[in-house]
């Protein structure tokens, strides 16, 4: 690709499938919203303009994607329109089969979101209790399903200072990257800012540490 080269369009599409969500995170941006999905068909002819428009990939969010019960066929639709389909998930409704399909429908990599390496903190915060051994598992299947996977977690104040810890445990479930998220303040992130957003100066120091952790390890991306 030339140096001086200007997409027309953008490289990557970000698309919530659905609000609706298995979870109770007391950080979601989402839960406040309440349109209705688009059906499958408006869905694949959008993405096959978005193809045409020379997007390169799609990476499926929500809420939860996989409360869809066309999820698959929807990758399926967006690999065969010539994207490159990656997803976002909490990994709870995750088990063998699912990652089996999803690898069957084409989907490169799958991001499972983990917001603490204590498994009581990680529950309490998503409001689910088992989650966060559902969300190793979910790893555990779709690395066995040959599908590359990393780990999301949303930086707040419940796990800035457990970088490393969550870094060995993404590393440990065969995960090839961690993405910390900016918390963002809306929906119920706004509603509980006060409480789990960090100060200037906390994020300055998640900032520095996380920039010397990437340089530091090799395990992960």
Request: glycine share 8%; charged share 20%; proline share 3%.
């Amino acid at each position: 690709m030339p140096a001086d080269f200007l997409p027309e369009a953008p490289l990557v599409l970000n698309w919530a499938l659905s609000n609706r969500c298995n979870f109770h995170c007391r950080h979601c941006y989402s839960r406040t919203e309440t349109h209705e999905d688009l059906d499958r068909a408006t869905l694949s002819a959008l993405l096959r303009k978005a193809a045409a428009a020379t997007v390169l990939s799609v990476n499926f969010g929500g809420g939860e994607p996989l409360l869809r019960e066309d999820l698959f066929e929807i990758a399926r639709d967006a690999t065969e329109a010539g994207l490159i389909v990656t997803l976002n998930t909490n990994g709870y409704l995750l088990d063998q089969g699912a990652a089996q399909q999803l690898a069957l429908a084409g989907v490169r990599k799958v991001g499972v979101s983990i917001d603490s390496p204590r498994p009581e903190v990680h529950d309490r915060f998503r409001g689910v209790d088992g989650s966060h051994e559902r969300a190793l598992a979910a790893l555990s299947f779709l690395g066995a399903a040959g599908i590359e996977t990393s780990v999301s977690t949303v930086i707040c104040a419940i796990n800035s200072g457990e970088l490393e810890a969550l870094a060995d445990m993404a590393a440990s479930a065969g995960a090839s990257a961690i993405n910390f998220h900016d918390y963002k303040c809306s929906g119920l992130g706004q509603v509980h800012r006060d409480e789990l957003d960090l100060a200037p100066a906390e994020w300055r120091v998640f900032y520095e540490q996380a920039l010397a952790m990437k340089a530091a390890r090799s395990d992960l991306q």
